[in-house]
């Protein structure tokens, strides 16, 4: 342990603080407008990790040398930040979400029941599911869009868009365990403890699954007592219907993002034919999602800098518990860190027996939904959902409070199975 391992370890607690707070620094742009702008630039969630990454570098600079400050933030893997940021902006593109829609709302019609609320259900059930095909930051971005006119409204009870934002979250991060590739804590071990997606299938897919629709049946029913009739679908998109042979590029388009997810080089330059394209038929398009994507992205690589000094402490917490402790070990750990991490770090124990590795994934991924940090797709919720709160922002205590009930949930699924 050194002194800049020590900073890097303050530094990553005030920012964990700081994303509990971001409401507060709202309420100081009130009482402060002269000082409002850079009040509302510390009240983004998707800032936070940025910002103090910004001020770790510093620090090092000055502790030990811009060269070694610069070699530092070369030597981290900025992949998954950059995934994240491609695949949010072609998912949520005009022709990907109609097919989606246009899925969902067949599926609805089938159902019997309210076809509004069978088209809530399928955004909290069968997209999160989806994700263990098209990666778990597609579904939150399409699940997230879909529902936002739905449940996420001014209108709606404060307490019940809690409730349903954590069901998404913990949805979405368990519902990526039915294959191998698709949930980044999986992903950071699936290689190197030999994890096909049979075997996730086999050990984690089906109790993730029940857990899944048990949590989108609850939030569904409590929805539906809610739910004011004029708002049961979404606005009409006026613009000119898409082509399908549009919608069927654009869906291969996110196929090849997702095929070479890590290989950088090839995904952005997929991503830019991406751009190439709709701008040629911006007929067919609705705004990209830029700003948000980058927000995340933003977010995402602060958390890869800041993450990447607490090994020292987090490794040896995580090799000195025995399987049961492992499992709410990783549960607690998760709230406070990315939840990739936790399990990378674990990918680099010698020894480590089968039962402990189950446990260490399945803590892992049953608590990705308490924070916004906990899973990587979570910033990109928060991103595209704040604006149905009040302030147009979400309190990070909130988000844990509506995420309680649905964690022990899938944890209990995870855990006793």
Same mark, same amino acid.
């Given at each position: ?5 020590? +900073?890097?370890?303050?530094? !990553? ?7 509990f ?21 510390l $009240?983004? @969630?998707?800032? @936070? ?12 600079a000055l ?9 530092? /933030? ?11 940021f491609?695949? /949010? ?16 709302? /067949? ?8 076809? *509004?609320?069978?088209?809530?259900? #399928?955004c ?9 095909? =098209? ?6 971005t399409?699940?997230?869009?879909m529902?936002?006119?739905?449940v ?6 404060e ?7 954590? @069901? ?7 519902g $990526?365990?039915?294959?191998?590739? *698709?949930?980044?804590? +999986?992903?950071? %071990? ?23 629709? =048990?949590?989108?049946s +609850?939030?569904?029913?409590?929805l ?15 613009? &000119?219907? %898409? ?16 095929? !070479? ?16 394209f709709?701008? &040629? ?6 705004? #990209? =999602? ?10 995402l690589?602060?958390?890869? @800098?800041?993450? $990447? ?28 860190t ?5 399990t990378? #770090? ?9 039962q402990?590795?189950? /446990?260490?994934v ?7 939904g ?11 919720g928060v991103?595209l959902?704040?604006?149905?709160f ?22 209990a ?5």
């Amino acid at each position: 342990m050194d002194t800049i391992q020590i +900073v890097a370890t303050v530094i !990553f607690a005030i920012a964990l603080l700081h994303t509990f707070l971001t409401k507060s620094f709202g309420r100081l742009a009130d009482r402060h407008p002269k000082h409002a702008g850079l009040f509302h630039l510390l $009240g983004e @969630v998707e800032v @936070v990790f940025g910002f103090w990454a910004f001020v770790l570098i510093s620090a090092m600079a000055l502790i030990d040398g811009g060269a070694d400050a610069i070699e530092y /933030m070369e030597s981290r893997q900025y992949t998954e930040p950059l995934f994240v940021f491609v695949v /949010m902006v072609v998912a949520a593109s005009r022709p990907v979400l109609d097919s989606v829609r246009k899925l969902v709302g /067949m599926l609805a019609k089938l159902a019997p029941v309210d076809t *509004a609320v069978a088209q809530i259900w #399928l955004c909290f059930a069968l997209v999160p599911l989806i994700g263990s095909f =098209i990666t778990e930051p597609a579904a939150m971005t399409l699940a997230a869009l879909m529902l936002a006119p739905l449940v996420f409204r001014q209108r709606a009870p404060e307490w019940l868009k809690y409730g349903a934002l954590g @069901v998404l979250f913990v949805n979405i991060s368990i519902g $990526g365990t039915l294959t191998s590739f *698709a949930a980044p804590p +999986v992903l950071m %071990v699936a290689a190197t403890w030999n994890w096909d997606t049979a075997f996730m299938a086999a050990n984690f897919g089906w109790k993730s699954a029940i857990a899944v629709v =048990i949590n989108a049946s +609850v939030i569904t029913v409590l929805l539906a007592r809610h739910m004011e009739r004029n708002d049961q679908t979404a606005a009409a998109d006026d613009a &000119a219907p %898409v082509p399908l042979v549009v919608s069927a590029i654009h869906l291969i388009f996110l196929a090849g993002v997702v095929v !070479f997810a890590h290989h950088p080089v090839v995904f952005i330059g997929v991503f830019l034919f991406f751009l190439g394209f709709t701008k &040629a038929y911006e007929d067919f398009q609705s705004p #990209l =999602i830029l700003k948000e994507g980058l927000l995340v992205g933003f977010f995402l690589a602060g958390l890869v @800098v800041l993450g $990447g000094l607490q090994q020292w402490w987090l490794q040896p917490i995580i090799s000195g518990l025995e399987p049961a402790a492992l499992f709410f070990g990783a549960l607690g750990l998760t709230a406070i860190t990315d939840n990739a991490a936790l399990t990378y #770090l674990g990918s680099l124990i010698e020894g480590m027996s089968d039962q402990a590795k189950y /446990m260490l994934v399945a803590g892992a991924v049953a608590g990705g939904g308490l924070t916004v940090i906990a899973n990587a797709p979570n910033p990109a919720g928060v991103a595209l959902l704040r604006s149905g709160f009040n302030d147009e922002s979400i309190g990070l205590g909130g988000l844990l409070l509506g995420a309680l009930l649905p964690t022990v949930v899938a944890a209990a699924f995870l855990f006793l199975l």
